[in-house]
């Protein structure tokens, strides 16, 4: 889960290469269209500053150091997400 109050980061398997989430907003929140924000350089988002997911948005992350340094927070006091997350691996690892 996402909220605003904290910084949250993903748990990457070791294989792990790139990833897809998908974004499930709090069913109370105001504005559907932004519901997080993230930065994929090792700096923590906030409400403010970093790119913008709204309810049901996909977002593909590519690479290993992209995937750990991942950081996302929740836009609206109150409210948690959901971020599903499917990761892929190449297919020389096993």
Do not use: C, M
Request: glycine share 6%.
């Amino acid at each position: 889960t996402v909220s605003y109050a904290e910084v949250a980061q993903l748990s990457v398997p070791e294989n792990a290469i790139s990833a897809t989430i998908s974004i499930e907003a709090d069913t109370s929140v105001t504005d559907k269209s932004r519901v997080i924000r993230f930065k994929e350089n090792g700096s923590d988002p906030t409400a403010s500053s970093g790119i913008a997911l709204g309810d049901n948005d996909l977002y593909e992350i590519t690479g290993r150091w992209n995937l750990e340094s991942f950081r996302v927070i929740g836009i609206e006091t109150g409210k948690s997400h959901v971020i599903r997350v499917q990761y892929y691996q190449s297919p020389n690892n096993t």
